[in-house]
């Protein structure tokens, strides 16, 4: 038998791993949809890039409203769920053709808020129909769940974002208004559907968060202990919006170790305090809020907007290893106002942003942009052109981001808005864009760490020869689930993993000589 030389296979992976890994990166990928992008166009209506979803397989789902402007109202409201397979093409095994269609029929609106995949692999839509609130859970291949609700949808009140607890109790934010404050609410479902009484007062917990009038909650997302995260602007009659986030027990109540009795009202800019929190993420104990920073002076003697991001600890502190003390706000591409509406994050730290780059007044032209930063909030020059890229697909004059998602190869998605060839009609356009390589293990140092039980119906234990710094779980999407950071001399660390739903997990160990190392492990 001839001999394998391990050596010279280890070179020739590294040679491999480095040739992929210098390709190219923040550039459309000619490999998805047409060129790069997937478009949906109507011929008699516009529509608007609402939210995406990645699935195990690397299929895509999509959220989109339809609606009809005319002299500035906006009419006939519909909504569609499509999937597309991970090449950009419109799978036309799901729902019919391809599609799952929520007309009005010509009295109310029905529209799309967002939607989650939960841990079973359903998907999970907030949606109106003909103007009352409604859960709709459908499988992937878009056949209606008959175990939730009535035939797959449950009624309930008004809301908007969902997000899902590790328990798979669905979080459901809304607002509250008893005539003079306008403040946070949310409720919390079962996986059935049903209310859950245990959260809040009866299901439902009602929390002014601010002294202002006006809190507006903008985004929500679940840390890894379960704890809500709220974030959006805060303002008076006639003042313009402050930034603002707030964390809740896993229960509804205000997390008091958190900000100032759960809150945080925080600033971007150095010019003044004013701006708007448009989403956040979670990187194991840090908190990245995205938003927009308002200042005087903007482009027409109007106000102005910078797209701006902070980042914070645990607590709610800014944290100083960010930006300038915690805080990045980012100059306007051409010099007029830009605004930020989505961010990810990959796992090590790095942020990919999203939005639209306006033209200087009159033009109001808005072009498709997303930016990547550095894990200290310096501008990652390899992606696009130095940090950026930008389009206005061929002509467009309305062009802006929506939402993004990083797949497990990490290339970005990017949902969002563009126009028809007339501009008349708004679209819907998703593109993918090619990115670094990230979680490429150091093959000499794997058998350093040890974990056991595998697979496990409660903890597992992990054994390394170098001090453990840290760990991160991940689920099968990619989403960390949680994560911690160890002192000194840790060798040996058990963790418990009972609250986990049964599945697959991807466990990322850092040493303290800054090897990262992944596990794969099996919760029962």
């Known amino acids: 038998m001839k001999r394998v030389n391990t050596k010279s296979i280890l070179v020739f992976l590294a040679i491999l791993l480095f040739q992929f890994s210098i390709a190219q990166e923040g550039i459309l990928d000619l490999d998805f949809g047409d060129q790069g992008t997937t478009r949906f166009a109507y011929p008699d209506k516009g529509s608007r890039a609402m939210d995406l979803l990645l699935l195990e397989d690397s299929s895509i789902i999509l959220g989109i409203n339809s609606e009809l402007r005319q002299n500035g109202a906006t009419y006939n409201r519909g909504f569609y769920i499509y999937k597309l397979t991970n090449d950009g093409e419109i799978d036309i095994s799901f729902g019919q053709n391809g599609q799952l269609y929520f007309p009005n029929n010509g009295t109310n609106s029905s529209y799309f808020n967002s939607m989650i995949l939960q841990f079973d692999g359903k998907i999970l839509i907030k949606g109106s129909i003909e103007g009352e609130g409604k859960l709709i859970r459908i499988d992937q291949n878009g056949i209606f769940d008959p175990s939730f609700g009535i035939n797959g949808i449950q009624s309930i009140s008004d809301g908007g974002k969902i997000a899902q607890q590790s328990t798979g109790k669905i979080i459901i934010q809304s607002q509250y208004f008893d005539g003079y404050n306008n403040m946070y609410s949310f409720s919390r479902r079962n ?167 306006s033209m200087p007044f009159p033009f109001e032209q808005t072009n498709f942009f997303v930016i990547k930063l550095n894990d200290d909030g310096s501008i990652y020059s390899d992606f696009g052109d130095n940090g950026t890229f930008i389009t206005d697909f061929g002509g467009s004059d309305t062009n802006y981001v929506t939402d993004l998602v990083l797949q497990t190869d990490n290339k970005v998605l990017a ?110």
């Open 191 to 357: 996986i059935d559907g049903s209310l859950d009484t245990t959260f809040g007062n009866n299901g439902i917990q009602i929390t002014d968060v601010t002294s202002y009038r006006f809190d507006l909650c903008f985004a929500i997302k679940i840390d890894w202990e379960d704890k809500i995260l709220a974030g959006g602007p805060s303002y008076n009659n006639g003042d313009d919006y402050h930034p603002v986030i707030t964390r809740f027990n896993e229960n509804g109540t205000l997390d008091t170790s958190f900000g100032n009795n759960g809150t945080v009202i925080t600033t971007f800019g150095p010019e003044s305090n004013l701006g708007e929190v448009d989403d956040i993420a979670i990187l194991g104990d840090k908190i990245i809020l995205g938003g927009n920073y308002q200042y005087q002076g903007g482009t027409g003697g109007f106000g102005g907007i910078k797209p701006a991001v902070a980042k914070f600890n645990n607590d709610g502190t800014l944290d100083q290893t960010f930006g300038q003390g915690g805080k990045v706000v980012m100059e306007t591409y051409f010099e007029a106002n830009d605004r930020l509406r989505s961010i990810a994050i990959q796992r090590d730290g790095k942020i990919i942003l999203g939005g639209g780059a």
């Open 415 to 524: 949902f969002g808005v563009t126009e028809d060839a007339n501009d008349e009609h708004r679209n819907a356009i998703v593109c993918r864009l090619d990115n670094e390589v990230l979680g490429i293990q150091d093959l000499l140092t794997e058998n350093d760490i040890q974990i056991y039980p595998n697979p496990t119906n409660s903890f597992i234990k992990i054994n390394s020869k170098t001090s453990i710094q840290k760990i991160e779980i991940y689920n099968l999407l990619g989403q960390l689930v949680a994560s911690k950071t160890y002192g000194n001399n840790a060798l040996e660390i058990e963790y418990d993993l009972i609250k986990f739903e049964t599945g697959i997990y991807t466990v990322l160990i850092t040493s303290e000589d800054e090897h990262t190392i992944s596990k794969k492990i099996l919760k029962k």
